[in-house]
């Protein structure tokens, strides 16, 4: 059984140890949660280039310890050239995945580090900027190991990634993935983060580093415009939050997938499983996500558009409804679409004064659209490829609409005083990893055994006709089987670990000593760090 790391006031906890240690010494320094997680953002954003960078987005949730909760959408919109009709033109039936017409959409990772130091401001942060991006601007200008994610990590659409102009110059060696331990130096990266600590981070959209962006995405093609970038605003939201039990859970409204997560949590409270790591236990969670993914399906992922927001199923008299609907006995037919090729990071931190942060930060695919910026060194996302080209979808693409995010962190304030950071990287099916990790710890699994504990994953890839319930193989035969018997279609991977089930993590403050637990994923490359 693994043991969880435990600290005396503080912790950070990031898919790779740079990151963390980036964090560690932000709050060795005397910086707070929001501070600490924007160096982990900074440092993580050049050393896992495959799951996130500045050229993607990112999502917040920030818990004062007075338990006031702060959600900041820091996603970026369509740009204003990206409309149905051209891409129509050009012969598409959907939007591609790589390439200038995947990058459709503005990068707002940086604009949300920006609102977030607004807030560490507020409640009284005072680091400087060149010391918080100190530690990535390092690693991009002296170089960095690929790490082992990277060199292992496999994704839809290798070749024509590729084939997109820069992207073998970037990444590649001798036409390869860069093997594990492979210096790589990212020098147009590394003036970009020098120009930002020095400028400031508005300078991304407003100043040379966003005129040297619009350029790059106009000579490569891209629809979006230096007028999309300049206008660009992270923004405050109001979070969702749904009651259990013990404790109150915290996600993110629209175009997040944090509605999803949370009906799961409340049709599951409803369903009264007795016992953890039983068959009922997990097919209880994977009935719940049936309905909370139909109910996603039927919703717009823009938050402008009227409906998209869902609170009313959040409700008790919906939830109750649809728990109705479950058979305990029997596994539901569901149509589902395909599990995206969605790659993100999730870290978390917790200072010695109780403030939490959960953040997630993506490019979406691996290497997002593969089109590198050679200005800036920055690798534009492929979020976009989200929007549907059906003008009577509810994710229709139009300019300035958000596209559908699988990026959820999450939150949860206990009855008894403890606050719990937890998320995961892992496309669409994040909601699934979240359900598992958290009733896991709830039925009184530690932390490190809740996100050590095999996972499974329901959904299906590309091309297949059906869903598939896909098991790592270190699940009890007794759980395989009593799942195949409701009727579950299970597929054991015959992988103890795999990057496909997630990266996911945790840390809890326990009010009673102010300790901080922390553990993140053995089956990435990071850890938990702290104080």
Same mark, same amino acid.
């Given at each position: ?55 993607? =987005? ?49 990068? $707002? ?20 900027? =060149? ?52 210096? /790589? ?49 992270? /923004? ?70 009227? $409906? ?20 305990? /006995? ?113 039925? $009184? ?22 869903? /598939? ?6 699940? =009890? ?9 409701? $009727? ?36 990435? =490359? ?6």
């Amino acid at each position: 059984m693994p043991e969880t790391p435990v600290f005396s006031h503080a912790a950070v906890a990031a898919p790779h140890h740079a990151a963390a240690q980036a964090g560690q010494v932000v709050l060795a320094a005397g910086g707070n949660a929001v501070e600490a997680m924007v160096a982990m953002a900074a440092t993580i954003a050049v050393v896992y280039p495959h799951m996130n960078g500045l050229g993607g =987005d990112g999502f917040w949730l920030v818990r004062e310890p007075s338990g006031r909760v702060h959600a900041l959408d820091a996603s970026g919109p369509a740009g204003a050239l990206a409309t149905i009709r051209r891409y129509r033109h050009k012969g598409y039936d959907a939007i591609p995945p790589r390439g200038p017409d995947a990058a459709l959409t503005v990068a $707002g990772a940086v604009g949300g580090w920006r609102l977030a130091l607004e807030l560490s401001g507020a409640l009284g942060g005072s680091l400087p900027l =060149d010391l918080l991006l100190g530690e990535a601007l390092r690693l991009a200008r002296e170089g960095y190991p690929v790490s082992e994610s990277e060199a292992r990590f496999k994704t839809s659409g290798e070749a024509d990634l590729y084939a997109v102009a820069g992207f073998a110059e970037a990444f590649l060696v001798d036409g390869k993935r860069a093997p594990a331990g492979t210096l /790589r130096r990212e020098p147009a990266l590394a003036a970009t983060l020098e120009q930002l600590a020095h400028a400031g981070l508005r300078d991304f959209y407003r100043g040379d580093v966003g005129r040297e962006v619009a350029a790059d995405l106009e000579r490569i093609g891209a629809p979006v415009t230096r007028r999309d970038i300049e206008r660009y605003e992270a /923004r405050v939201v109001r979070p969702l939050s749904l009651r259990l039990g013990d404790a109150t859970v915290y996600n993110l409204p629209a175009p997040t997938q944090g509605l999803t997560s949370l009906i799961m949590l409340g049709l599951f409270e409803r369903l009264d499983v007795a016992r953890a790591e039983s068959p009922a236990h997990h097919h209880a969670l994977i009935e719940a996500f049936k309905r909370a993914a139909a109910i996603r399906e039927r919703l717009p992922s823009d938050p402008s558009v009227p $409906g998209s927001g869902g609170e009313a199923w959040l409700g008790s008299s919906a939830l109750d409804r649809e728990a109705a609907l479950i058979d305990a /006995r029997r596994a539901a037919t569901a149509p589902l679409r395909y599990s995206t090729d969605g790659d993100t990071v999730w870290m978390g931190a917790i200072d010695g004064n109780g403030l939490a942060v959960s953040y997630i930060q993506s490019v979406f695919w691996a290497f997002g659209s593969g089109c590198v910026l050679p200005a800036t060194g920055l690798l534009w996302h492929n979020r976009g490829c989200a929007f549907s080209l059906d003008p009577d979808s509810p994710n229709a693409l139009a300019p300035g609409r958000k596209p559908f995010h699988s990026l959820n962190p999450a939150l949860a304030a206990f009855a008894d005083g403890r606050v719990l950071s937890y998320g995961t990287m892992g496309g669409e099916p994040q909601p699934q990893i979240l359900g598992q990790i958290l009733t896991r710890y709830r039925f $009184g699994m530690g932390l490190a055994e809740a996100v050590d504990a095999p996972r499974w994953i329901l959904g299906r890839n590309w091309g297949e006709p059906e869903g /598939r319930l896909r098991l790592e193989d270190r699940f =009890d035969g007794g759980v395989i089987r009593g799942l195949a018997s409701l $009727g579950h279609p299970v597929e054991e991977t015959g992988e103890a670990y795999s990057d496909n089930f997630g990266h996911a993590g945790m840390l809890v403050k326990h009010p009673r000593n102010g300790r901080v637990e922390a553990t993140h994923d053995p089956r990435s =490359d990071g850890g938990a760090l702290g104080l």
